[in-house]
């Protein structure tokens, strides 16, 4: 048996950083199927889990790979799953089940360029909308986007982090270039990581309600074989998980569903600020493209533009304060992202226009360069 957490200095690929992070969170379920570009994160998982105890299924496609975390999560474990675009549609419906039944779990969507086969072994960040909407009905979801192997290993752990204290599905929604990215990874000592579990249930079993919500505003989770009374169904319930068919059970039902992560966006939202002091125009981007917007603002301070980065670390929920809030004091913004404008319309929306935000993107197949951004933000302001 080797230890869940291995401890060192390591040359790794994000898919492979991502892997080790989900096991220094406690992970010890994976139910994936392959998919390229993020095969790699379910072959290290699939020879890792047995040296701590853990359990690794292969199932047959990826509805049932959604399904399988959800069970296991059920039954008490902390489980993952990892995609790409076509996989990550499949699991939609399986995802809104997980958001009804409030049953924390984490899926990884290592991005490629789309729709349908598209470019399968190049990379893209087409599918930012999808996870905000890509399930049916009105939800709240939480969205991580890492700018480096060394993030996701942190954000894997986040990310369960999150699911585990707000009783959720969370997204990691890396891209192709991160994920085959080799770069060092640091992971520290155990016992500096840290791990959080589920709210749990105290008191008298045959009492319990499993959708009553605590003092947070998230209900405890009792795990199938403890002898609780439960019922758990992805129809419109009450705090019993009985079904309820009435219009003011659903409004109930969502105001739980949406009021735990909307009463807490501030310790949910992350973002990061470089150069924003003085900055006249912002870059808003995430992900690889951050790393390039990196580059390109000091680029274009060395030719006189006032450049500031305002970094997406949770793209879901959206910081609108904080958009709103720089477009009082800046000229303008530019969102950089390897699709046709997703994040650029959130910007845009919050922007309210009061001042102009533009667009630096593409289909997908490639990262933007430092180069065209700067040259965008000399066309622009």
């Excluded at 360029?113 to 399930?135: F, N, V």
């Excluded at 959080?196 to 009492?207: E, L, M, N």
């Excluded at 074989?225 to 109930?252: C, F, N, S, W």
């Excluded at 360069?369 to 000399?378: D, F, G, I, S």
Aim: net charge negative; proline share 6%; glycine share 10%.
């Amino acid at each position: 048996m080797r230890p869940a957490v291995l401890t060192g200095e390591y040359f790794m690929t994000g898919d492979v950083a991502c892997a080790e992070g989900a096991l220094a969170a406690g992970c010890r379920f994976f139910g994936g199927y392959p998919i390229t570009p993020a095969t790699e994160v379910a072959e290290h998982i699939a020879g890792r889990l047995p040296e701590v105890g853990g359990t690794f299924i292969q199932m047959e496609d990826e509805i049932a790979a959604m399904a399988s975390i959800i069970g296991a999560s059920c039954a008490g474990v902390k489980s993952m799953t990892s995609t790409s675009g076509p996989g990550f549609s499949l699991m939609m419906e399986n995802i809104g089940l997980a958001i009804c039944t409030e049953t924390p779990c984490v899926v990884v969507n290592v991005q490629r360029a789309g729709p349908s086969t598209g470019l399968p072994t190049q990379g893209a960040q087409g599918d930012m909308m999808q996870a905000r909407w890509g399930s049916h009905g009105h939800y709240d979801i939480i969205a991580l986007a890492p700018s480096s192997p060394q993030e996701i290993f942190y954000q894997t752990i986040d990310a369960f982090n999150l699911s585990e204290t707000y009783r959720l599905p969370v997204l990691i929604m890396t891209d192709e270039m991160i994920g085959h990215l080799s770069e060092r990874v640091v992971i520290p000592d155990a016992k500096k990581i840290k791990t959080v579990s589920r709210p749990r249930p105290k008191g008298r079993k045959d009492r319990f309600k499993p959708f009553e919500p605590g003092p947070n505003g998230v209900a405890p989770m009792a795990h199938a074989g403890e002898g609780y009374h439960i019922h758990v169904t992805g129809l419109t319930h009450d705090e019993r998980g009985y079904p309820v068919m009435t219009v003011e059970a659903q409004k109930a039902m969502m105001a739980q569903l949406m009021g735990k992560i909307q009463r807490n966006l501030d310790d949910i939202i992350r973002t990061e600020a470089y150069r924003l002091e003085d900055a006249e125009v912002v870059i808003v981007s995430y992900g690889v493209s951050a790393r390039t917007s990196l580059a390109a603002v000091d680029e274009a301070r060395e030719q006189g533009i006032k450049a500031g980065l305002l970094r997406l670390v949770t793209v879901w929920p959206f910081p609108e304060a904080q958009i709103r809030n720089l477009a009082k004091k800046v000229k303008g913004f530019v969102t950089v992202e390897i699709n046709l404008g997703q994040i650029h319309l959130e910007v845009e929306r919050c922007a309210a226009g009061k001042v102009p935000s533009f667009l630096v993107g593409h289909p997908g197949g490639t990262i933007i360069t430092p180069e065209r951004v700067v040259e965008a933000l000399k066309e622009f302001f």
